[in-house]
């Protein structure tokens, strides 16, 4: 089955600087990595998805990139904002079939004013 | 909408105990699935439906039953609680069918089985 291994467990980042989280995933057929964020007492929520037809995304303040190759993917957030402070949850599986998604063990970030 | 709801939010169960959490969502959503989160393992399938009258084990199964009686609703049930399944738990929906594959996430029940 799939695996999941993301890094760091903790950020800390001054407001306004930008903040990076990166993920590896081991099944080579996997093609949608959704990254998700859980504020403190809810549940996660999709911030930004990629599928493997596609290298780079951006939405406003947050990017995500794919290196298939190398089967690692990063979510890249720039300006960050104390309300950017929250676990963060990359995953991988295959889209479109009876879907399993594999999260990573999550990164607590901290934007600090 | 509601969106997924769940209840109770928070409950406290004794060893060998049962109990169904309740899972609801508004949207139509065909995929239904249960997860577990524990500390620094991220979030974890246990159960998870296709449609009404189907369902499938995912990762960590053991010790609780499903059904999927209507689209709507997607109970998961410990049949006989242990201290290992303390956790908080997630139910989310999503389409199945499509290219929309956001999953969209319930507030969470935390259990303690002492």
């Known amino acids: 089955g799939e695996n999941v291994e993301q890094h760091p467990s903790t950020l800390s980042v001054q407001e306004g600087d930008s903040a990076v989280i990166k993920c590896t995933y081991s099944d080579s057929a996997s093609n949608y990595f959704p990254w998700y964020k859980q504020e403190l007492g809810k549940g996660p929520q999709l911030i930004i998805d990629i599928r493997s037809n596609v290298g780079e995304k951006k939405d406003q303040r947050i990017a995500v990139t794919l290196n298939k190759t190398a089967k690692h993917f990063s979510l890249h957030i720039t300006e960050t904002q104390p309300e950017d402070s929250a676990v963060y949850f990359c995953a991988a599986t295959l889209s479109g079939s009876a879907r399993q998604l594999t999260f990573g063990s999550g990164t607590q970030l901290t934007v600090l004013p | 909408n509601a969106g997924v709801t769940q209840t109770p939010k928070f409950q406290v169960l004794k060893t060998g105990q049962s109990m169904t959490l309740q899972c609801a969502q508004d949207?139509?959503?065909?995929?239904m699935s249960w997860y577990r989160q524990d500390p620094g393992m991220g979030l974890r399938l246990i159960h998870y439906s296709v449609g009404a009258g189907i369902t499938d084990q995912g990762e960590v199964p053991n010790g609780y039953n499903v059904s999927r009686s209507t689209t709507e609703d997607f109970p998961l049930r410990l049949l006989s609680a242990a201290p290992s399944q303390t956790s908080v738990y997630f139910c989310a929906s999503s389409y199945e069918v499509g290219p929309n594959d956001e999953q969209y996430f319930g507030p969470g029940t935390r259990l303690t089985v002492t």
């Open positions: 949207m139509n959503h065909e995929y």
